[in-house]
């Protein structure tokens, strides 16, 4: 086959492979054959996102959109079920987010807004549009989403503690290294009872001075954070083991080992 001929032969595979996906976005679902009622469809999508297991190369890819457009169907044939429907363009966005196909992982989530979701789910797809906006490096739309998820979600702590975590990281991305600390310092005194929440907050706070040059800001950091733990570090249960464990991991530390050792080789 010449190269001419092989060229044309690419271009036509790539249109359809690009064809077969715009389908899957403009139909919703709608190709996907429907089932008795939601809960089925999203066990049949839920069946096919376990059938990728294993996969490899262009199977996988092509797995990953059936099911993805398996989880657009719930919300196609049954956009009534909300809830479950929420859930389900959840899933195809996490999907399309793998396939790199970004345009149909934000159309997804924002179609859950428009929706009486459950809170959890609205909370988590701020999350995951502020990850698509983050790793396309449009950290302006990225702090929009984490902070839409702080400011409308409080009671879902769990995605309150993710969100502050990279709306911090997108601030010190973009300069803004104090503001970052201020977000993770709210973080720590938010989750004062979750001590690996506490522990990994002063952490950020730490390698944020590291980072900006603030040696002895870092120190201060780390040392009110090992002060703040010393007595439940001592403890011989398992709170104690884990808490040993969290300020073990603190990145911090090695950090400031490190530049011990450049010092004392200077």
């Keep these: 086959m010449n190269s001419r001929l092989l060229t044309v032969v690419l271009v036509a595979a790539l249109g359809v492979a ?10 919703n679902g709608g190709e996907v054959q429907k089932e008795a009622d939601a809960k089925t ?8 996102r376990k059938q990728i297991r294993g996969k490899k190369g262009t199977e996988r890819r092509q797995a990953q959109m059936k099911a993805a457009a398996a989880y657009e169907a719930v919300a196609h044939y049954f956009s009534e079920e909300a809830p479950l429907a929420g859930r389900a363009l959840y899933k195809a966005a996490e999907l399309h987010e793998y396939l790199r196909d970004r345009e149909n992982g934000v159309r997804c989530l924002k179609q859950i ?3 009486h979701a459950e809170s959890n789910t609205k909370a988590k797809a701020h999350n995951l549009l502020g990850h698509i906006y983050r790793r396309a490096r449009n950290f ?7 902070d839409l998820c702080i400011q409308d979600f409080p009671k879902e ?12 990281k997108c601030k010190a991305t973009s300069g803004d290294h104090k503001g970052a600390r201020e977000t993770w310092q709210k973080r720590l005194e938010q989750f004062a009872d979750r001590s690996r929440l506490v522990i990994e907050s002063y952490d ?22 090992q002060d703040q733990f010393k007595a439940a570090a001592q403890d011989s249960g398992p709170e104690g083991q884990r808490i040993r464990k969290w ?13 011990t050792e450049k010092r004392d080789d200077s």
């Design 113 to 115: 807004f428009k929706m």
């Design 41 to 48: 469809q999203y066990a049949a999508a839920s069946l096919l």
């Design 247 to 259: 300020l073990g991991k603190m990145k911090v530390v090695k950090r400031l080992m490190g530049s």
């Design 140 to 146: 302006k739309e990225a702090i929009k989403e984490y």
């Design 18 to 27: 690009f064809q077969g996906n715009q389908g899957a976005a403009q139909k």
């Design 157 to 168: 702590k769990a995605q309150v503690a993710v969100a502050m975590i990279w709306l911090g």
């Design 204 to 225: 950020l706070i730490a390698c944020s001075y590291l980072r900006e040059g603030k040696t002895e800001k870092a120190r201060e950091t780390l040392t009110r954070c």
